[in-house]
């Protein structure tokens, strides 16, 4: 079964521009969670998606958008980029709602400059 | 106070020793537990939940505390590979679903 996979893996910006980051949760999990990991912080929950809908969102300005598409794939989007967005996005998929933990995909590494 | 705490460490142990991490919460509707290992730049991956009447896998046992709102993680018999920072993860009842990390411990299982 293949897991939740990210991408871009890394991906390099300068301040101002947008980034786009994709998720591909793992096979009929339909709940997409989004986490941003800074260095040396512990992991700060973004927005979670399930079916289709946004759920719920973390504390973070509405620069921090995404989405999620019908095959449950989803989309964050982060405008206006500041360096302090420099951080480890990790993605996470779940069925319906989370009860049992649930499973990261491999992260992509934001870097402003 | 910050909703999950725990120790930052590291807790720097040889091979061979019994180690034990503490995590706090304040939420006292929490409902759901768990320990995740996350190792340096990479994804965080669930250990193990975290069982009301306490739990074992392997080397690894989880404790719950209600009254006191704390789990706790006991690794016997550390190996090198170990070595790693331990998530305590949270979640509250009430429809959000929301798990809340903690910052982790580092762990580091020297020769």
């Known amino acids: 079964e293949a897991g939740v996979t990210q991408s871009p893996t890394h991906l390099i910006k300068t301040r101002g521009q947008q980034a786009t980051l994709r998720c591909s949760p793992i096979s009929g999990h339909t709940s997409v969670y989004w986490y941003q990991q800074a260095l040396g912080l512990g992991l700060q929950f973004l927005l979670w998606?399930?079916?289709?809908?946004?759920?719920n969102r973390g504390n973070f300005p509405p620069r921090f958008s995404g989405r999620q598409f019908p095959n449950y794939s989803s989309e964050l989007n982060v405008n206006a980029l500041e360096l302090e967005d420099s951080a480890l996005y990790l993605c996470a998929s779940s069925l319906e709602r989370v009860t049992r933990g649930y499973t990261f995909g491999s992260g992509t590494r934001l870097t402003v400059v | 106070r910050k909703e999950v705490e725990q120790d930052p460490g590291p807790f720097n142990v040889p091979e061979g020793a019994t180690v034990a991490f503490n995590c706090t919460y304040s939420?006292?509707?929490?409902?759901?537990f768990f320990w995740y290992r996350q190792d340096c730049r990479k994804e965080p991956k669930l250990l193990m939940s975290v069982y009301s009447s306490g739990n074992e896998d392997g080397r690894f046992t989880a404790q719950l505390n209600r009254a006191s709102q704390y789990i706790s993680l006991l690794i016997r018999d550390s190996k090198l590979s170990d070595s790693a920072t331990y998530l305590c993860?949270?979640?509250?009842?009430?429809?959000?679903?929301?798990?809340?990390f903690g910052r982790g411990t580092s762990l580091i299982v020297h020769p």
């Open positions: 998606y399930d079916e289709g809908e946004e759920r």
């Open positions: 939420n006292s509707a929490s409902q759901s």
């Open positions: 993860v949270v979640m509250a009842s009430g429809g959000s679903y929301i798990p809340t």
